[in-house]
């Protein structure tokens, strides 16, 4: 079955990187996109930006231009996704989607919580 | 970008009792609309896909309609199990953006 299982909780300091993997299994890496999604202790769902893991190519929401990178290693089907110069308002838990239209949309990791705290 | 706005922000329901959630786009966004349900300290799990198509596994008595800007979710008989809170999310166009999100609460 489909599975994407994300590494584990990390805490920063502000100012400093974080970067979260995403592990996929049970279908073809290369063949959907993968999206980055957050959620801030109750608040709402966040969309990051997306990866295509085949060509490498990505779109990042506009508020996250120029601190995230999104990459992928499509020999070990992980995605990664690295947001820099971290804030406190950064600190929510992080997940990656597969793609986010049609039934691929129900495909989510377990989310990672990041703590952005000094 | 596409704004996506549900209302009502929170409801309080009985078990038994027939659920109506509304998501209304800035802009058509003909039927690339998912319903999610998340629940605490997990992740989103979808129910509806393509504004009205129920993912395997999901029970029926959830149901999806609408096209263009306006959208339902409805729930036919409130069960326990579904006091969560739904999103709704357009997939016509990047940035892919949520709705803020309709808490179901016990009354």
């Known amino acids: 079955q489909v599975q994407l299982v994300q590494s584990g909780a990390e805490v920063k300091n502000p100012g400093a990187s974080v970067k979260v993997s995403c592990k996929a299994s049970g279908y073809t890496f290369t063949t959907y996109d993968i999206n980055w999604v957050r959620q801030a202790t109750g608040q709402g769902l966040e969309w990051m930006g997306w990866m295509n893991p085949n060509s490498g190519n990505t779109g990042y929401a506009q508020k996250f231009q120029g601190r995230v990178t999104m990459t992928r290693n499509t020999s070990i089907s992980t995605a990664y996704m690295e947001l820099s110069s971290l804030r406190s308002d950064d600190t929510a838990v992080y997940y990656c989607a597969r793609s986010l239209t049609g039934t691929t949309a129900g495909n989510w990791g377990q989310g990672t919580l990041v703590t952005v705290s000094s | 970008d596409i704004q996506m706005t549900q209302s009502p922000s929170s409801l309080s329901a009985s078990v038994g009792d027939r659920v109506i959630i509304t998501c209304r786009a800035s802009?058509?966004?003909?039927?690339?609309l998912n319903w999610y349900q998340q629940k605490p300290e997990k992740a989103p799990k979808l129910l509806i896909y393509?504004?009205?198509s129920l993912q395997s596994g999901v029970p029926s008595r959830f149901s999806g309609s609408g096209s263009g800007t306006d959208f339902t979710l409805t729930i036919s008989s409130l069960q326990p199990e579904d006091f969560a809170t739904y999103y709704c999310q357009q997939s016509y166009s990047t940035p892919r953006t949520f709705g803020q999100g309709t808490k179901v609460e016990i009354k």
């Open positions: 802009q058509s966004i003909s039927s690339y």
């Open positions: 393509a504004a009205s």
